[in-house]
């Protein structure tokens, strides 16, 4: 059974830094698939924020978080984090990580590049990130 458990919201001041986990279990990050992390925040659609290739690395990392989120992967602790550094108010919401688990390599490099919330099977249950003086 594929679980995908997020860690490591909170509360911080604008400018600071945050490092969410998102530990996966029911598969390994061997296989060709893609890991993403998108975000939602109230009255808002789910937007992407980072993806990664499990097998390679490759990652993709959205225009609004380039320069200042870092999406990652440990193969030996089958976890994915998202680095975030210079926080600001507008990165408030609830973070979400997704897993493609399709396993075709030609899909996974075009998942990743292009990072749609449409392309993802599986959801952890999220985590609240809050920015604010």
């Known amino acids: 059974q594929v679980q995908l458990v997020e860690s490591g919201g909170g509360l911080v001041q604008p400018g600071e830094s945050l490092t969410l986990s998102c530990a996966a279990s029911?598969?390994?990050?061997?296989?060709?698939?893609?890991m993403g992390w998108f975000r939602q925040a109230p009255g808002k659609e789910r937007e992407a924020v980072a993806c990664?290739?499990?097998?390679?690395?490759?990652?993709m990392h959205a225009p609004s978080v380039k320069g200042r989120f870092v999406v990652s992967r440990d193969k030996a602790k089958n976890t994915v984090y998202l680095q975030m550094d210079s926080l600001k108010p507008e990165d408030t919401a609830v973070y979400y990580c997704?897993?493609?688990?399709?396993?075709?390599?030609?899909?996974?490099?075009?998942?990743?590049?292009?990072?749609?919330?449409?392309?993802?099977?599986?959801w952890g249950q999220g985590t609240q990130v809050t920015v604010s003086s």
């Open positions: 990664i290739s499990t097998h390679d690395g490759t990652r």
């Open positions: 997704s897993a493609d688990l399709q396993g075709n390599p030609s899909r996974a490099l075009v998942t990743v590049t292009s990072c749609g919330p449409g392309d993802f099977g599986s």
């Open positions: 029911g598969f390994t990050l061997e296989g060709f698939y893609v």
